[in-house]
């Protein structure tokens, strides 16, 4: 076992005055990349070491798996191997399976894998039509209303007071679901989850005997990310405490972004001005993963805000100076992906490996044009947390729909109107859904399936539903295989609690940072704030910021830069916002030549027809005209202009040089 004091070496002060405060209560608001996770490590092993606490009636509750598993990790090293360090399930599943025959007298019931099955069955016994994406939806929508102490009973009143909804449901129906389900579950003689929460509790709150011997073999309590704990996990911390204070909390209010699924930053705030108004406060505001440049961009996220962020704390920087955070406008969506996986391939090639190297974006949809963009560049890559475009089960639907309608030989002539008769079947429309959540996400998707038709409409009037099939199958494929050393694509939400070398934040225009579904509701747009801060402070030495203007080519540029950004655009970029000032970026802007560039396009139409691919694939209307301005003299130069990676320069090089030169 090290001696005690040498386990305070390699901790800055307040980490240190954390890990020597070891009687509670302690609350530490600490924030991103201060080392929290280091310091109650050390509290909990200085502990041990001191003698102060026996390992075995310590108890570390953290939130996801992976983090309870580094944590048992970190404390094995630090010699305080014995200590328990678990997720709140994890420690209620023990207590309640233990507890459960001497209370019950019977065999402890089977755990529900998922809940979809019964939750279909519910609206099906209430005759509630309802698609797989608003099954899912419900059984978020069980999950909130559970760990929230919402009964069913009350979800209709709830659901209108704060705001909720799930798909085009009434709110009352809703209730109906939530309480049908319970008796599903009943009648089959299981439990969910929440349930595992909830016996435990109950046992903990009826039993005398057995909350005694509970409390009698945890003495010490140590809650990380207290931040995103919700109210049923807080009844349970209190059972267990028993009225004691032996409790140390760590959580940063600036990172709380999972209120919707039913977390509560007011916790937070509660612990240490009501439940433990005498409890000292231990503030790391030392930030040890990102550059001064990159602390500075995240400390401005919240500089100017109201008092219902002041609980959060100003980073300091402890690092060498890096690179300038990049903000950089681009004309849309393609332009800005084909700049973001330059930047990758540069990156790379310095030295920076693609593991090191994260795309983070705020909906599982916008996932497409990353896959098809570092694909074309034979980037690895792998989809953080969810699945690639091409293989979600919408998408997947929507592919086999289409190319049945392909061979049938279906089609008015129009092809975005016929994609959208087509995915009529799928409930696809225009309008998108109300409200986030799964639903949301399958209409994304659907959405992004009828803009490819839209733009390849475009690149070629004549294209059909069977060209569309082709160059579906084509990005699939240009989508290949993950791989886990690869480039991480993740939305921000899936970033928590990570960290690289290069991360770019992506779409942050309004509408996407904030979601349009979150806009007229203040508390979801701080939310949103918060999930954007999450998103850059995971970047350790390079943090690229983008936004488009227009969702597509050559569509209207109406979006404006997230207000987010309002306080950290450089004057160059600023400018891009008053329309009549010239400015270096967006391409578009630059003056160019005009014939060069009607030129290079005759010669992209041609190219693009021979490989029936959509123009803006081979290059973009943006990046065309750069090449018209710039008129670039070698491959390097050529490489320079932005949307020309490697790739393309292997592939086009060669016939763009010999425009440019020809006249
Ligand atoms: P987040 O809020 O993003 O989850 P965090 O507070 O949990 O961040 P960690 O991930 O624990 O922070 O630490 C961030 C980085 O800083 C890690 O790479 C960690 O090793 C390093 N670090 C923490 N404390 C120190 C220290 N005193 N000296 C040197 N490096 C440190
Ligand atoms: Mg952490």
Redesign the pocket.
Known sequence: MPDADALLD???PE?REVATTLRGPLCVI?G???????AITHRMAYGVATGVYKPTEVLAVTFTVKAAGEMRERLRTLGAAGVQARTFHSAALRQARYFWPRVYGTEFPQILESKFGFVAEAARQLGVRADQATLRDLAGEIEWAKVSNVRPDDYGTEAVRRGRSVGDLDPGEVGAILRAYEQVKRDRGRIDMEDILLITAAILADEEAIAAEVRRQYRWFVVDEFQDVNPLQSTLLDLWLGGRDEVCVVG?PR?TIYTFAGASAAILGDFATRRFPDAPRIELVRN??STPQIVAAANEVFAGRGPSVTLGVRLQSQNQSGPPVEYRPFPDEIAEAEAIADRIEALHRQGVPYREMAVLYRINAQSEVYEEALGQRRIPYAVRGGQGFFSRPEVRQAVTLLRGAARAGEGSGSLPDDVRAVLAAMDFSDTPPTGRGAVRDRWESLKAIHTMAVELAEGRPDADLTALVADLDRRADQAYAPSTDGVTLATLHASK?L?WDAVFVSGVQEGTVPYVATMDDPQAVEEERRLFYVGI?RARRHLMVSWSAARKPGGQARRKPSRFLDRLLPEEVRVTRAPRRRVTLPTTELDYDEALFERLRAWRKETAQEASKPAFTVFTDATLKAIAAVRPGSPEELLRVSGVGRSKLEAYGDAVLAIVSGD
């Open positions: 390699g901790l800055d980490q600490a991103a990349g201060t080392g929290k996770t280091r940063d990172q040890y993963r609690g960290e402070t």
